[in-house]
C-alpha cells in the first residue's frame, strides 16, 4: 500500500503563491505507480485533476490550471511538489495527492488531503 503525505496547504491572500509538498513512500512501479498527481476537491463541488507527472517526467494538467500551476517531483526525495501562483479565491479546495497507473485514469491511492484557503 502506497502512503502519501501532503503538506503546506494554508491561508494566503489574493494573488500570492503556495508550494505544496507530498511524501510518497514509493514511487516504484512494481506498486503499480507510473503517475503522481495532485486533485482538488472545493467545498460542494466534485473532485477535478489539477495535474500529473509520470515517471518520464511527461505532465499532464486539467483545463485551465497550466500556467498557473506548476507540477513537479523529486525522485532522490520521493516527494511531488505543486507550485501554485496568482492565487484566487476560486482555488480554496482541499488539495490531494495520488499516486496511479498513468496521465488519464483515475488514481488508485490517495492523501489526506491539505486546505488551501485564499482570502479576497
Known amino acids: 500500500q502506497v502512503q502519501l503525505v501532503e503538506s503546506g496547504g494554508g491561508l494566503v491572500q489574493a494573488g500570492g503563491s503556495l508550494r505544496l509538498s507530498c511524501v510518497v513512500s514509493?514511487?516504484?512501479?512494481?506498486?503499480?505507480?507510473?503517475?503522481m498527481a495532485w486533485y482538488r476537491q472545493a467545498p460542494g463541488k466534485q473532485r477535478e485533476k489539477v495535474a500529473s507527472?509520470?515517471?518520464?517526467?511527461?505532465?499532464n494538467y486539467g483545463d485551465s490550471f497550466e500556467g498557473r500551476f506548476t507540477i513537479s517531483r523529486d525522485n532522490a526525495k520521493n516527494t511531488i511538489y505543486l507550485q501554485m501562483e496568482r492565487l484566487k479565491p476560486e482555488d480554496t479546495a482541499i488539495y490531494y495527492c495520488?499516486?496511479?497507473?498513468?496521465?488519464?485514469?483515475?488514481?488508485?491511492?490517495w492523501g489526506q488531503g491539505t486546505q488551501v484557503t485564499v482570502s479576497s
Open positions: 507527472i509520470a515517471a518520464d517526467t511527461s505532465t
Open positions: 495520488a499516486a496511479g497507473v498513468n496521465h488519464y485514469v483515475r488514481p488508485t491511492s
Open positions: 514509493t514511487f516504484s512501479s512494481v506498486f503499480g505507480i507510473n503517475v
